[in-house]
C-alpha cells in the first residue's frame, strides 16, 4: 500500500513558537493531502485540505492564520502551527488520496505528530 | 450536513468471539465507506473498504457489509484477538468529493 511519513512523530514547544509538520507521500504523488487533528479519544477532525500549487482550503472555524499550510510538491506538505499556545496540543494527523480523485479514493494516513505546548 | 454515525463506542468481547462495528450515512451520493484501524498513538490504518456497487466484501477475518437503501455499513471480525484491540472508524466519501466524513470511532477491548 501507499505510504505517508510525517516528521517529527512529537515535539515539545515552548508557549509562543512556532512548530512546523511535515506530510510527505513517499511512493506516490498527492495534489491533495488533509490535516486532520484528534484530540484524546475522539474522533479525526478535519482541518484543512491542502492543495498543491494553491492555497489550503480551511474548515469552519480553523484560524488559516493559525495553522499556516504549504503545499510545494506532489509529494509534501506542511503545516505550522504559528504562535502556539497550550491549547494547541493534539495529535495532528495527515492524509493523502492514492490517486487523484480527492476524498472519494482511499486515503493512506501518516503516523501522525503530537504536539505539546508548554 | 453529512453525518456518520458510528456505534457502539466501546465494544468488548472475548477472544475468540465476533465483534461488529455498525455505522449510518446521511449523504446518498456516498459511494465509497473505508474503515480504519487506529492503534494507540499512531495514525489510522485502512483495514478494508468497499464501494457503492458491492454489497459485501471479506478479507480474512474481516468483513463489510453494505445496505445503500437503510444507508447502513457494518464491519464484522471474527475469531477476534488481542491484538485486534485497537480504535476502528468508519467513513464515508464520494467520488469526485471533497471530503471524507469519519465516524466517531469504537474502541475495541478484546479480552484473553
Known amino acids: 500500500g501507499a505510504v505517508v511519513s510525517q516528521h517529527p512523530s512529537r515535539v515539545i514547544c515552548k508557549s509562543g513558537t512556532s512548530v512546523k509538520i511535515e506530510c510527505r507521500s513517499l511512493d506516490f504523488q498527492a495534489t491533495t493531502m488533509f490535516w486532520y487533528r484528534q484530540f484524546p479519544k475522539q474522533s479525526l477532525m478535519l482541518m484543512a485540505t491542502?492543495?498543491?500549487?494553491?492555497?489550503?482550503?480551511?474548515e469552519q472555524g480553523v484560524e488559516k492564520d493559525k495553522f499556516l499550510i504549504n503545499h510545494a510538491s506532489l509529494t509534501l506538505s506542511t503545516l505550522t502551527v504559528t504562535s502556539a499556545h497550550p491549547e494547541d496540543s493534539s495529535f495532528y494527523i495527515c492524509?493523502?488520496?492514492?490517486?487523484?480523485?480527492?476524498?472519494?479514493?482511499?486515503?493512506?494516513f501518516g503516523p501522525g505528530t503530537r504536539l505539546l505546548v508548554l | 450536513g453529512e453525518n456518520v454515525e458510528q456505534h457502539p463506542s466501546t465494544l468488548s468481547v472475548q477472544e475468540g468471539d465476533s465483534a461488529v462495528i455498525k455505522c449510518t450515512y446521511s449523504?446518498?451520493?456516498?459511494?465509497?465507506f473505508p474503515w480504519y484501524k487506529q492503534e494507540l498513538g499512531k495514525g489510522p490504518q485502512l483495514i478494508i473498504d468497499i464501494r457503492s456497487n458491492v454489497g459485501e466484501k471479506k478479507d480474512q477475518r474481516i468483513a463489510v457489509t453494505l445496505n445503500k437503501t437503510a444507508k447502513h455499513f457494518s464491519l464484522h471480525i471474527t475469531e477476534t484477538q488481542p491484538e485486534d484491540s485497537a480504535v476502528y472508524f468508519c467513513a464515508a466519501s464520494y467520488t469526485g468529493g471533497f471530503k471524507t466524513i469519519f465516524g466517531a470511532g469504537t474502541r475495541l477491548f478484546v479480552k484473553a
Open positions: 491542502s492543495n498543491e500549487g494553491s492555497k489550503a482550503t480551511y
Open positions: 449523504d446518498s451520493a456516498s459511494n465509497y
Open positions: 492524509s493523502a488520496p492514492l490517486t487523484s480523485g480527492g476524498a472519494g479514493e482511499t486515503q493512506y
